[in-house]
């Protein structure tokens, strides 16, 4: 397995720890050098938004990958980590139904979490 499809499966499993809702995954790999997935996540509330960071950074870290960046802070409504091969991004409710990635990146191939496995 590579190790982008293994980042992504590993930050799912921490993101469906949180109760994150509406978790989906997009492989732009053939579409976009920026990454080789997008993992897309809804949180109910900034406590939970937080917490889903906490955790798909902690198990990412405990397999020895290290964010190169991460925008938005503990009161954001959108937080995006960028771990060079997946892109997480973690959204309010409010602010994924505006900003609408999943149309924007349509072009992309949609996994189901389940599949990653």
């Known amino acids: ?14 993101l469906s720890e ?10 732009i790999s053939e579409i976009s050098p920026l990454a080789d997935y997008f993992i897309i996540a809804t949180g109910s509330n900034t406590n939970q938004i937080q917490a889903m960071v906490d955790a798909v950074d902690e198990a990412l870290t405990k397999e020895e ?3 190169k960046q ?3 802070n503990r009161n ?3 937080v995006l980590m960028d771990y060079g091969d997946i892109i997480v991004h ?4 409010e602010d994924r139904l505006f900003y ?4 924007i990146w349509t072009d ?3 996994i189901e979490v389940e599949d990653l496995a």
């Open 1 to 14: 397995m590579d190790i982008s499809r293994e980042m992504a499966k590993t930050a799912c499993r921490a």
């Open 18 to 27: 949180k109760k994150a809702e509406d978790l989906r995954v997009i492989e």
């Open 65 to 67: 990958h290290q964010v």
């Open 70 to 72: 991460i925008e938005g």
């Open 76 to 78: 954001s409504s959108w």
């Open 90 to 93: 973690i959204f309010s409710q």
């Open 100 to 103: 609408n990635l999943e149309k």
């Open 108 to 110: 992309g191939k949609r």
